[in-house]
């Protein structure tokens, strides 16, 4: 054929690389968003990012309840880097990484745990540090196999467009071609402005297991809402294309830091849920309280963040009383349900009924607070419900039907 057809066709052939890893949400604990680039280790021995840094988190996930939750994922992120070997080959800052990467997967391996590791595709890191051109893609992910890392985060930093279209499927090609099951997130979306058409979401559910749509995460209630706001605004692109292996990360909770109260914390919790979000705590855990701890341990909130058919939830509803509800649909016909209240007077009785959140007539269903554990029996859809939400807070319903009615003759 002339060589035009050939082009498309070449062109037209999708790469699906289904790896077959995070059918759920990952859960688990990622350096960034509390630790950041924090490397001087002389001035804060215990919060700079080292080696000490991931045994010690590695040690509380798995002593402290949280692996058998689910968290499993120790990630680390931006800052490990010391340079590339005489061969190329990347290794860790020696001094804060003495006994290197491999080390401390085999230490996360030995406590049921698995270990992720970060590069950027381009010339350097965000922070600096030496990048992925696309001549070292393979020989990178060859490295991050022989170490036995479990995930990597490609971040986009100080590369081009042509680059990364070109990059992102070609770091999918040669972690598939490492043999080793390597979960993979991609920051590309989030350089792109996160929409289409300069993002093709199928292409990305063929490629990647994650991928980062919009601006990092910050600590402050500000910042949680301008995540939240942007998801919702695009939730008619976001929602359809979120299913198990692929996934849309509205970024770290920022649960157990500083700039979020109990209310808009557990509003975090609840709607990453509801959203089908990734589970990646960035906190302290060596000296979180008990009441965040309760917020991330939730069983039954885990249960419907974990729900087989991993569908993202929507608003269904944005009140003029700044109240709004979202919606998951979850396995064994039973959906998450979480009532938000954008108020900051008091606490709001919010007056709704399942029929005005179009639920069927034929059924009489039960809901479990997820939250307090409170049973309400008996809701058929014309039953008249209050929920009362704190400012800046959430009531989150665990909803299930517990029998159908008989439907009468017409
Ligand atoms: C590589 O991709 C193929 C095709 O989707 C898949 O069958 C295989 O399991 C993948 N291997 C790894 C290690 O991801
Ligand atoms: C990456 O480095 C090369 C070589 O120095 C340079 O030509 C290119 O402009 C850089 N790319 C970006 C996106 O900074
Ligand atoms: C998006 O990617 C898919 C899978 O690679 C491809 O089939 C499709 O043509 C692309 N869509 C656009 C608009 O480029
Ligand atoms: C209920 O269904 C109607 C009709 O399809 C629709 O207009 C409305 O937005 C739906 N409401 C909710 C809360 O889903
Ligand atoms: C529920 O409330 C609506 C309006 O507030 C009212 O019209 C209706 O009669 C109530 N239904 C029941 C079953 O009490």
Redesign the pocket.
């Known amino acids: 054929p002339p060589p035009t057809v050939l082009l498309l066709a070449l062109a037209?052939q999708?790469?699906v690389l289904e790896n077959g890893l995070l059918r759920k949400p990952p859960m688990g604990w990622l350096a960034w968003e509390r630790f950041r680039c924090n490397i001087d280790c002389s001035e804060d021995p215990k919060n700079c990012i080292s080696e000490q840094l991931f045994m010690e988190m590695a040690d509380r996930l798995a002593q402290d309840g949280w692996r058998d939750l689910g968290y499993v994922y120790l990630n680390i992120d931006d800052c490990w880097i010391g340079g590339r070997d005489a061969k190329g080959n990347l290794v860790p800052d020696r001094k804060r990484f003495p006994h290197g990467i491999a080390f401390l997967a085999d230490y996360a391996h030995s406590l049921g745990l698995k270990l992720g590791i970060y590069e950027d595709l381009g010339n350097f890191t965000c922070m600096g540090y030496p990048g992925t051109t696309l001549d070292k893609v393979v020989q990178d992910a060859q490295t991050f196999a022989e170490w036995k890392v479990d995930m990597l985060k490609l971040d986009g930093c100080y590369s081009t467009p042509q680059e990364r279209a070109e990059g992102y499927p070609k770091m999918a090609a040669a972690l598939n071609a490492t043999g080793r099951p390597i979960a993979f997130s991609c920051s590309w979306p989030a350089y792109e402005g996160g929409l289409?058409?300069k993002v093709?979401y199928?292409?990305l559910a063929?490629i990647c297991n994650l991928w980062r749509n919009f601006d990092d995460i910050q600590d402050s209630w500000r910042s949680v809402l301008s995540v939240l706001d942007w998801f919702v605004t695009h939730q008619d692109v976001l929602q359809p294309i979120a299913g198990p292996g692929h996934w849309n990360d509205p970024d770290m909770l920022l649960i157990g830091n500083f700039g979020l109260s109990f209310e808009q914390a557990r509003a975090q919790m609840a709607l990453w849920t509801v959203l089908a979000a990734p589970l990646f705590m960035s906190t302290d855990l060596r000296t979180i309280s008990a009441q965040n701890m309760d917020i991330l341990q939730n069983p039954l909130m885990i249960k419907i963040n974990q729900d087989p058919l991993g569908i993202q939830g929507r608003r269904i509803l944005k009140e003029k009383s700044h109240i709004e509800v979202y919606l998951r649909p979850l396995a064994s016909e039973a959906s998450a349900i979480v009532f938000f209240s954008r108020r900051m007077d008091m606490p709001y009785h919010y007056h709704s009924s399942l029929a005005r959140l179009n639920f069927s007539s034929s059924v009489v269903y039960e809901a479990q607070d997820v939250y307090t554990g409170d049973i309400i029996s008996g809701l058929q859809d014309k039953t008249n419900f209050t929920v009362i939400i704190n400012p800046s807070g959430v009531v989150m319903w665990y909803l299930y039907p517990i029998r159908k009615l008989e439907i009468p003759q017409q």
């Open positions: 037209s999708v790469l289409p058409p093709n199928t292409l063929d």
